[in-house]
């Protein structure tokens, strides 16, 4: 589902919610600005540091990205290149000149386009797998924060149980304050280990098999393109890149029966 990430994290917290109450622990606790202050701006400060500052500054987009994610139409992909292996195999590989600019993926563009200007087809590969490695350094350099913050976040979490426990040793002639500071040392554990496990790491796995996907389209759609400009039939194309969509997603036999049928009714 395109919404899973979102959905996963609100059952996670309605889970710890409803446990919490259920054992007589009002969920209201987790609001304590110390341990906020020192948990999340701590482990915020510290991914900064790791891992700088412009990359922080596309978290809002990042965040976007993981929860609603673009949709990527494996099969609609495939159709689009079949149909350039067609229209090149019956009126040549410059006809796709014109198809050039009608094509939105900058990816399929590009590697269209050197097709059309008869870029050895090496050439072509090196050039378009560049283009995939760049994107993998990119998306590893954009998880990398959350992964960061998952393993920094339980830490700063004890620094600040440390602080609180410091506190309850200097109350310690006061036995009635201490179950109350006692309690609050333990949220900033609670935050830091929840913060990393809730958030922090399944928002970094997300964005990795978000960046897999892509990658995984991207490849079909080299594939396509080296076939397109090897003249392949376009029958053997559609195999061929129908390899990389799950079974599932296939579409059936008869639909592309039926779809002849319709247009040679029309």
């Known amino acids: 589902m395109k919404f899973g990430t979102a959905i996963g994290i609100v059952i996670a917290c309605f889970g710890i919610a409803a446990g919490a109450t259920m054992e007589g622990t009002s969920v209201m606790v987790v609001l304590n600005v110390p341990a906020a202050l020192i948990v999340l701006v701590g482990t915020l400060g510290a991914t900064i540091a790791a891992c700088g500052l412009p990359v922080h500054l596309k978290l809002p987009a990042l965040y976007k990205k993981a929860i609603m994610p673009d949709e990527l139409d494996l099969v609609a992909r495939v159709d689009q290149l079949v149909g350039y292996a067609d229209q090149a195999r019956r009126d040549g590989l410059l006809a796709l000149d014109e198809a050039v600019k009608g094509i939105d993926d900058p990816f399929t563009r590009k590697g269209i386009q050197l097709v059309v200007d ?148 029309a």
Do not use: C, W
Request: glycine share 8%; charged share 20%; net charge negative.
């Open 118 to 265: 008869g870029t050895d087809p090496d050439l072509v590969a090196a050039v378009l797998d560049a283009e995939n490695e760049a994107m993998r350094k990119r998306h590893g350099a954009g998880r990398a924060p959350f992964m960061q913050a998952g393993a920094l976040a339980p830490t700063m979490g004890i620094i600040g149980t440390v602080f609180g426990l410091v506190n309850v040793m200097n109350n310690i002639n006061q036995p009635s304050t201490l179950g109350p500071l006692i309690a609050a040392a333990f949220l900033a554990t609670l935050m830091g280990v929840g913060s990393a496990n809730v958030i922090f790491l399944p928002m970094a796995n997300r964005l990795k098999e978000l960046s897999e996907a892509e990658l995984h389209f991207r490849e079909m759609t080299l594939e396509g393109i080296l076939a397109i400009q090897a003249g392949d039939n376009p029958r053997v194309v559609a195999e061929k890149l129908m390899a990389y969509v799950p079974p599932s997603d296939r579409p059936s036999e008869d639909q592309p029966a039926a779809a002849a049928e319709q247009k040679l009714a």
